[in-house]
């Protein structure tokens, strides 16, 4: 049986600057709002998934994964599309369609063609969006014929998966707020007159067509009262003044949060299988993300040797380079490390952090390894630290040890000024579609949020 309704259209704070909901809060209020699953559909990123999924899981909500994407054929077009996985392949090609949408259509927003839809929309399911979709824009604009042909082009695509989204944030009942200024007023008119346009153009074709709806509500934040924290938010994203009139303005009608199921039944009692529906989606998704496993790189070895072959057949051959004469005790402690390192399959990461390092030196390019790294000796022998553990009394196991669960870090600084041949090094050598660079999130704090709520 499915669930009466469940939020399909949510955004966090991996919306940047536009998103206010952290996740463990996202799943707190799913929680007591009694929803069996919940999704995040971040603007055109996946940055939250996996902080979202395990936070689900936990919580024993099902977990919708999805995206807001951006879909354009040209540099001004940006429509909003959004895309739910229902399964594996479906997660696997959000990442494909993300991940190009940054690397190659990047325009202000990352975009991706309606080319590039097609090519991953298998394990998909999509919905028309916000206003700002695609089909939204041409029925708001009164081009019910292209959005008819638009949406059976989607339609074709996606078969049964395919569903018209609507939405309702009753922006009429804020007029009498803002009577006293006739330019909000006006914006909030114009608000609610493409809003009924939309909406009405969407029912009509869910009836003409015979596409299933879906009832959203855009969700930024939690409740109401977060509203003008939200808005804040987005006059610090938008470089505006709270006072702005001429801006985006979400302030005015405080209803982007996450309803309970209560409310969102009351603002569509017409339509209640648009509700329901939202149960069916989820009732389709079963996406389960392998966590716990490490996957290395594979590296192409003399002799079509094993990666914990060709480590211990390297780290003999440079002992003696760093130990002319090595003890039984050095031999011992080598065996040892080596036994460790390759019974967790770790050998191929001390391969690759070997070859980088090794290439940096013989280019003069001056590097840094950091923190417990140097307690190895297979790491100082091949050539990753310059520091000698037995002479300073080091110990292995606070790097690694037989019991450690998670895999050794091993920090490495290069040279400001190096960097990108560093980088152009490890993408000719292993492919541009294995090299990526991660990036950190930093948080407003408390006295930078206050800087940049001021300004």
Same mark, same amino acid.
């Given at each position: ?31 007591e ?22 936070a ?128 909000i ?25 015979g ?13 109401? &009262? ?6 804040? @938010? #987005?006059?610090?994203?938008? !470089?505006?003044?709270?006072? /702005?009139?001429? *801006? ?75 130990y ?27 391969l ?16 840094? &390894?950091?923190?417990?790294a140097?307690?190895? @000796? #297979?790491?100082?022998?091949? !050539?990753?630290?310059?520091? /000698?553990?037995? *002479? ?30 560093v ?23 408390a ?9």
């Amino acid at each position: 049986m499915s669930a009466k309704f469940v939020h399909l259209h949510v955004h966090s704070e991996y919306s940047l600057l536009d998103g206010l909901t952290q996740i463990d809060k996202l799943i707190s209020r799913a929680k007591e709002l009694d929803m069996s699953a919940v999704a995040l559909t971040d603007h055109g990123v996946m940055y939250g998934v996996i902080e979202f999924y395990k936070a689900a899981k936990k919580a024993g909500i099902k977990p919708l994964i999805g995206m807001e994407g951006y879909v354009g054929e040209g540099k001004s077009e940006s429509n909003h599309l959004l895309l739910i996985a229902k399964n594996h392949t479906g997660y696997k090609n959000l990442m494909h369609l993300s991940t190009i949408a940054h690397l190659e259509g990047f325009y202000y927003k990352p975009r991706f063609t309606k080319e590039l839809l097609a090519k991953y929309h298998s394990g998909l399911i999509c919905t028309s969006a916000c206003p700002k979709g695609e089909i939204g824009q041409l029925l708001i604009d009164g081009n019910y014929t292209a959005a008819k042909k638009a949406v059976l082009w989607y339609q074709e695509l996606f078969k049964d998966d395919y569903y018209l989204e609507i939405q309702r944030h009753q922006y009429a009942d804020y007029f009498a707020t803002v009577k006293d200024n006739p330019k909000i007023l006006d914006k909030l008119q114009k608000m609610q007159k493409s809003e009924n346009l939309w909406v009405d153009g969407i029912v009509k074709l869910s009836r003409d067509v015979g596409i299933k709806l879906v009832a959203t509500n855009d969700a930024h934040y939690l409740d109401q &009262t977060d509203a003008t924290a939200q808005d804040a @938010l #987005v006059c610090i994203s938008t !470089g505006k003044n709270v006072s /702005d009139i001429d *801006r985006l303005r979400y302030i005015d009608t405080p209803t982007f949060h996450l309803r309970s199921i209560d409310e969102m039944a009351q603002i569509f009692p017409d339509l209640p299988d648009a509700l329901s529906n939202t149960g069916e989606i989820a009732g389709k998704c079963e996406v389960e993300i392998e966590l716990g496993q490490w996957y290395f790189p594979e590296i192409e070895l003399p002799d079509k040797k094993s990666a914990p072959e060709y480590l211990q057949e390297l780290a003999h051959a440079r002992l003696e380079s760093k130990y002319p004469h090595p003890t039984p005790e050095v031999k011992k402690r080598l065996e040892y490390e080596l036994e460790v390192i390759c019974s967790k399959g770790y050998s191929p990461y001390f391969l690759l952090l070997g070859d980088l390092v090794n290439w940096c030196t013989d280019h003069g390019i001056i590097t840094n &390894t950091r923190g417990s790294a140097a307690g190895s @000796l #297979v790491t100082y022998v091949i !050539g990753i630290t310059t520091v /000698d553990p037995l *002479r300073y009394e080091l110990p292995f196991e606070r790097f690694l040890n037989p019991f450690r669960p998670s895999p050794p870090d091993i920090d490495i600084d290069v040279a400001d000024n190096r960097r990108e041949e560093v980088i152009a090094y490890i993408t000719q050598k292993y492919g541009a579609d294995k090299v990526a660079q991660i990036c950190t999130f930093g948080r407003m704090l408390a006295r930078a949020a206050v800087r940049d709520v001021a300004r």
